[in-house]
């Protein structure tokens, strides 16, 4: 048997799940607008479909949601390809390295 407080704390989990699934899709919504302006700005020859929801949720993970790193991280892709585009397979060929990544090899080096 439930009592009213657990039914409470449930309802409470199932907002807080509703409402964190509404943050991330407008956080990928304004991340995909972003990268919009980001493709139009990059004076690259070929298509970029980075504003995609998918390539947004990968780009915007990989810089950790920062604009210096995400421009870091097109920039890269773009120019160590030579394909003057930004696709899966630039951003796989990137040897960029997310500030996490950058912190955790400069830790292994102070050791």
Request: net charge positive; glycine share 8%.
């Given at each position: 048997?439930?009592?009213?407080?657990?039914?409470?704390?449930?309802?409470?989990?199932?907002?807080?799940?509703?409402?964190?699934?509404?943050?991330?899709?407008?956080?990928?919504?304004?991340?995909?607008?972003?990268?919009?302006?980001?493709?139009?700005?990059?004076?690259?020859?070929?298509?970029?479909?980075?504003?995609a929801a998918?390539?947004?949720?990968?780009?915007?993970?990989?810089?950790?949601?920062?604009?210096?790193?995400?421009?870091?991280?097109?920039?890269?892709?773009?120019?160590?390809?030579?394909?003057?585009?930004?696709?899966?397979?630039?951003?796989?060929?990137?040897?960029?390295?997310?500030p996490t990544?950058?912190?955790?090899?400069?830790?292994?080096?102070?050791?």
């Amino acid at each position: 048997m439930r009592t009213v407080g657990q039914r409470s704390a449930q309802r409470s989990r199932c907002q807080a799940g509703k409402s964190s699934r509404k943050a991330t899709a407008r956080l990928v919504a304004d991340g995909c607008s972003l990268l919009a302006s980001f493709a139009t700005s990059l004076p690259l020859r070929g298509p970029s479909s980075i504003a995609a929801a998918e390539m947004a949720r990968n780009l915007l993970t990989r810089s950790e949601g920062t604009i210096g790193e995400l421009a870091h991280l097109l920039t890269d892709a773009a120019i160590e390809s030579g394909e003057e585009a930004i696709n899966q397979r630039t951003l796989r060929l990137s040897r960029y390295a997310g500030p996490t990544e950058r912190r955790r090899l400069f830790e292994r080096e102070l050791t």
